[in-house]
């Protein structure tokens, strides 16, 4: 499964492929591609973002602070939410190895290949995922 970048899919051909090419050995090595080029640039924006926070900044103007305290915020939000993304991309890089990555975690159907070019960590189809948010959000009101 090791080609390399040159050998691989592209997005193109992946969503023109037939049904029956559906997480081939070829799709696994692009999924496994982008999952890796997601990791490497999701840990790339939690060290730019704590990089900016630990500048020590002479502020002296109450305004000047004030900005550079919500920038900090800003940036303490990206590193918590891109956090919590390594772990998935983790997971979903296991998945590849075990041969269950582009099924419902739920249903085992097919994710399918639009929902995972955008998501690539997507656990779930559509339809199981669409029913779970309903219900979260019927249970918070």
């Known amino acids: 499964m090791q080609s390399s970048k040159r050998d691989q ?6 969503k023109e492929a037939p049904a029956s090419h559906y997480m081939n050995e070829e799709q696994l090595d692009f999924f ?3 999952l890796l080029e997601l990791y490497e640039s999701t840990e ?4 730019e973002a704590r990089d900016q926070m630990a500048k020590p900044l002479d502020l002296s103007d109450v305004n000047d602070r004030a900005s550079w305290e919500e920038q900090t915020n800003i ?3 990206i590193v918590e ?10 997971q979903s ?15 085992g159907e097919p994710i399918g290949i639009p929902r995972l ?7 779930y189809c559509a339809e199981v995922k ?5 219900k979260e959000n019927h249970y918070k009101q």
Do not use: F, M, N
């Not at 899919?9 to 992946?14: R, V």
């Open 93 to 107: 890089l296991e998945r590849i190895r075990l041969g269950a990555y582009g099924y419902c975690l739920e249903s």
């Open 117 to 123: 070019l955008v998501r690539p960590t997507a656990e």
């Open 81 to 90: 939410r891109e956090q919590k993304l390594l772990p998935k991309i983790r």
């Open 75 to 77: 940036a303490l939000r």
């Open 9 to 14: 899919l592209s997005e193109k051909q992946i």
């Open 32 to 34: 496994k591609c982008k």
């Open 44 to 47: 790339i924006r939690i060290q």
């Open 130 to 134: 669409a029913v779970s948010e309903l």
